[in-house]
């Protein structure tokens, strides 16, 4: 595996960081641990990307569209963006998105977004931390490791019935969650000194499906993705949340 997708490739494990939603300071602390994650990787300045991994037929795991769609949005300066509502990252076409990242985007800094299933005591809380997702684990799916920040949203309880309880989970929560994650990328984001470029990776949607194409320059126009049918979702773990977790192909 490319030395980019190491899974701390010198970052620094005291920069976890968890905090629940509503907390008053939730965005400023996931700002600052963002930030510090992000000064400490990578050439200078930092090029991050928001790989917002999910689906939107699913509830619980429109986390990263949503986060995606936000930051859409807001329109950061200095951070591009992989999966929104309208065209998602998942599960159907992880394998092809991480290709495309290690062959374009080698010298970006890749912060993976996804939501994640956990004891009902962590539902609500968002976890920044360094290294990647693992799409899957939480369905019994093997599919390629994401990035190298994480970010994982802890939106329900998990143990049993996982896509029953997705689409059971309030969207009420998923949106609040969102906010505050776009938020929070937005802030650390715009603290990089330097110009960064990031219009190469936007998503537009008026753009013709040319995903992987070979010949596309990723310096001269947008990446837009087929239509999804998977559904992407993440595992929490034992004290922070998980390696992520995209389910299969959504019905």
């Known amino acids: 595996m490319?030395?980019?997708?190491?899974?701390?490739?010198g970052l620094q494990i005291s920069n976890k960081?968890?905090?629940m939603f509503d907390d008053a300071d939730a965005a400023s602390r996931l700002n600052r641990s963002l930030a510090?994650?992000?000064?400490?990787?990578?050439?200078?300045?930092s090029k991050p990307l928001a790989v917002c991994i999910g689906t939107d037929r699913s509830t619980g795991?429109?986390?990263g569209p949503l986060v995606g769609y936000h930051l859409k949005r807001m329109n950061p300066l200095q951070l591009s963006i992989m999966g929104t509502l309208d065209n998602p990252v998942h599960a159907s076409n992880l394998t092809e998105v991480v290709g495309l990242l290690e062959s374009k985007y080698k010298d970006y800094t890749i912060i993976a977004i996804d939501a994640c299933l956990g004891r009902v005591e962590n539902v609500g809380t968002i976890n920044v931390s360094p290294g990647p997702i693992k799409p899957g684990a939480g369905v019994n799916k093997i599919l390629?490791?994401?990035?190298?920040?994480?970010?994982?949203?802890t939106v329900n309880m998990g143990g049993m019935m996982e896509y029953l309880v997705l689409q059971n989970t309030r969207l009420s929560l998923v949106m609040k969650m969102a906010e505050v994650i776009a938020e929070a990328l937005f802030l650390a984001t715009n603290s990089i000194n330097g110009t960064v470029e990031t219009k190469s990776v936007r998503i537009n949607e008026m753009e013709p499906d040319y995903l992987l194409n070979p010949n596309h320059n990723p310096s001269s126009s947008f990446h837009t993705f087929p239509k999804h049918t998977g559904q992407s979702l993440q595992e929490e773990g034992n004290s922070e949340a998980a390696p992520g977790v995209s389910g299969g192909a959504h019905p």
């Open 17 to 19: 960081c968890r905090v």
């Open 2 to 9: 490319p030395k980019t997708w190491s899974p701390l490739n």
């Open 144 to 153: 390629p490791v994401v990035g190298h920040i994480s970010i994982t949203g």
């Open 36 to 45: 510090s994650l992000l000064a400490n990787h990578g050439p200078k300045p």
């Open 61 to 63: 795991d429109s986390l």
